[in-house]
């Protein structure tokens, strides 16, 4: 996603043309913290964020738009072809990766193209097991796919298997919003499997 394309998408919501494209691109910048929405007496306005270090804009959008956004289901985006190492690109709403993008990560295109194929592309979904030495760079290699491969879920989920996997799937819960949250730990971890399994959709799940 680019800024001039963002910028073109929130112009014509501004200007009361509703796409469902242009809906699904402001969602999705919204969740990676590229675009703010805040109050205004007309609707919301757009704050210009960093899309490719670019600034987007301001736009004023009409109540109909943003009771539309948060009505909108996400939908991943299509899928690159499975022989292309996918670009960087934003994480799906709701996501929790407690890491930023490592911006000297390089190789490994062999090993994560290979990643997206079987996670993807097959119809295998038992999962994958990365294994090796500790030291190898398993971690950034799992962190790197879900930068390039993350948009194409239904969502981003990550559990840090050294601590406490219920609290760590409950952080989870936590981070995609889920209402009615419930107070006690072991409800919101039947919560958000509940949510996992039940909503339609592929989701990246790593257990690091």
């Not at 490719?52 to 948060?70: A, N, R, Y």
Request: aromatic fraction near 8%; charged fraction near 20%.
């Amino acid at each position: 996603m680019s800024a001039e394309y963002l910028a073109e998408a929130l112009k014509r919501l501004a200007s009361g043309l509703i796409r469902q494209d242009d809906l699904s691109e402001l969602q999705q910048a919204v969740a990676s913290g590229n675009i703010t929405l805040t109050s205004a007496s007309q609707g919301g306005v757009a704050v210009g964020g960093n899309v490719s270090g670019s600034i987007v804009g301001s736009f004023i959008l009409p109540p109909e738009v943003l009771k539309l956004l948060q009505q909108t289901p996400y939908r991943p985006a299509a899928l690159p072809p499975p022989e292309k190492l996918a670009d960087r690109g934003i994480l799906p709403p709701g996501f929790r990766l407690p890491f930023s993008q490592n911006a000297v990560f390089t190789g490994r295109q062999d090993d994560l193209i290979e990643l997206g194929r079987y996670l993807l592309y097959s119809h295998d979904k038992r999962g994958v097991v990365v294994s090796g030495m500790g030291g190898l760079g398993k971690s950034q290699l799992a962190v790197e796919f879900c930068y390039r491969y993350g948009r194409f879920f239904r969502g981003v989920h990550w559990i840090q298997a050294d601590l406490d996997i219920q609290a760590e799937i409950a952080e989870n819960g936590l981070a995609m919003g889920l209402p009615y949250w419930p107070d006690k730990l072991p409800e919101q971890v039947q919560a958000t499997l509940k949510v996992w399994q039940e909503e339609g959709g592929q989701r990246l799940i790593v257990l690091d």
